[in-house]
């Protein structure tokens, strides 16, 4: 059982990124419409940037973009200042709320593309931690932990992918123009 906990778990957390799951900005038709926008002058400066360099975070799942690292971003160097100066032009207030409203439009459409997975992935992982429960005296308090930790992980984070279910309509709403800005990226 133990393997089968594992797997489970295993399969919750790969492959999905821990990615900001609010924003200051709630997700509606215009605020969505208007990060689409921003995108058409900001993924052609992001691509200027080596993918060697450190503002890169390369490592997500299929369906989202790789994202810009903002910490790595020195806060006053030409890049940032000019990452900043495209997204006020589109309404927001700096780069930090368009990277975090991005993040949040990402997750969601991480949602859309991967909902009946997750839900049978969160009703597996309940079902799994009943059973883990009942057979407590198969592992060391160690183990234990250990294995209630992971369901902890994995069932918060898939919260928070789940969470993004009531801004799936604004986010439908641009699918293709998303996905055309993934294409570019790859």
Not at 2 to 21: D, E, Q, T, W, Y
Not at 32 to 58: A, C, F, K, M
Not at 151 to 171: G, N, W
Request: glycine share 4%; proline share 4%.
């Amino acid at each position: 059982m133990i393997k089968r906990v594992l797997c489970i778990c295993g399969m919750a957390l790969m492959g999905l990124p821990f990615l900001a799951s609010s924003s200051e900005l709630a997700l509606d038709e215009q605020v969505v419409t208007r990060y689409v926008q921003s995108l058409r002058e900001i993924l052609p400066v992001l691509q200027t940037v080596e993918r060697s360099e450190p503002v890169w975070d390369g490592a997500l799942a299929d369906g989202l973009p790789p994202l810009l690292e903002l910490a790595q971003v020195e806060r006053g160097s030409e890049l940032y200042r000019q990452l900043n100066n495209l997204t006020q032009k589109y309404g927001f207030a700096g780069l930090e709320q368009w990277n975090a409203l991005g993040q949040h439009i990402w997750l969601t459409r991480l949602y859309i593309q991967e909902r009946e997975d997750l839900d049978m992935v969160y009703e597996q992982l309940d079902a799994l931690e009943v059973a883990l429960r009942d057979n407590t005296r198969q592992y060391s308090t160690a183990e234990l932990e250990q294995l209630l930790r992971t369901f902890q992980e994995s069932k918060t984070h898939i919260l928070r992918l789940i969470a993004t279910r009531s801004d799936v309509p604004p986010v439908q709403a641009h699918l293709g123009d998303l996905d055309a800005a993934i294409a570019t990226l790859e």
